[in-house]
């Protein structure tokens, strides 16, 4: 059964500081992953897809994957207020836009 | 660019009755389409996904009769909540893709209460 993990938190962080979201999924042939970030009673928005292993960097956000290990990490610099809300990480498999979902790490930003 | 829209954003329907709700990919063709839902302070659940032209497919223990998904065009898939009950009152979200190995855009939502 595919699976993907994340500690649900909450992940508390003051402003400025660096918020580091793990996620770990259990498919090997998994190849592509998101984060997206949710706030409370708001529907999902895309941040980051990673595709490759390596880092991907978008502004004060940097994906992280590592395939032999199975592990995504979302790293957010200079961490805002703003950026408290629900992360969740997905994975999906080679020809599919079928998502994976893991529950969620509640991130809060204290100011 | 990547934006899907949701139609209607809340909803307050009687016990009985049905309820449509209206997803578009507004500026791309998605050839997938998801339904999702998702009870307060819980993950999303994927219902359903379709693609365009052709049935849904139903995650296990949703109910097809129930839950109507129709995918007409690429751009457009609607949900119909047949005979509604309160225990169908939860936050519907659809998401759209442009095709496989591609990303997920979700709509905003729409909030269903059965009354």
């Known amino acids: 059964q595919k699976e993907v993990e994340q500690n649900s938190g909450p992940l508390s962080v003051p402003e400025g500081a660096i918020a580091s979201l793990n996620c770990t999924y259990s498919d090997r042939v998994s190849q592509s992953f998101f984060w997206y970030r949710q706030y409370s009673g708001k529907s999902p928005e895309l941040i980051m897809s990673?595709?490759?292993?390596g880092d991907k960097e978008d502004g004060r956000f940097t994906a992280q994957l590592n395939k032999a290990s199975q592990y995504v990490s979302l790293l957010i610099r200079d961490s805002q207020p703003s950026d408290s809300a629900t992360y969740l990480c997905a994975a999906s498999l080679r020809g599919s836009s079928t998502l994976t979902f893991g529950k969620g790490t509640m991130l809060l930003v204290s100011p | 660019g990547a934006v899907v829209s949701q139609h209607p954003s809340r909803v307050i329907c009687k016990s009985g009755t049905s309820v449509k709700i209206e997803c578009r990919s507004l500026?791309?063709?998605?050839?997938?389409m998801f339904w999702y839902r998702q009870f307060p302070k819980k993950s999303l659940m994927l219902m359903a996904t379709s693609n365009e032209g052709s049935k849904a497919t139903y995650e296990q223990g949703v109910e097809k009769d129930k839950f109507l998904i129709n995918h007409a065009s690429l751009t457009l898939s609607t949900l119909t909540v047949t005979s509604a009950h309160p225990e169908d009152s939860s936050f519907y979200i659809c998401?759209?893709?442009?095709?496989?190995?591609?990303?997920?855009?979700f709509g905003p939502g729409t909030r269903l209460t059965v009354t």
């Open positions: 998401s759209a893709s442009p095709g496989p190995n591609h990303e997920q855009y």
């Open positions: 990673i595709y490759s292993n």
């Open positions: 500026d791309f063709q998605a050839t997938t």
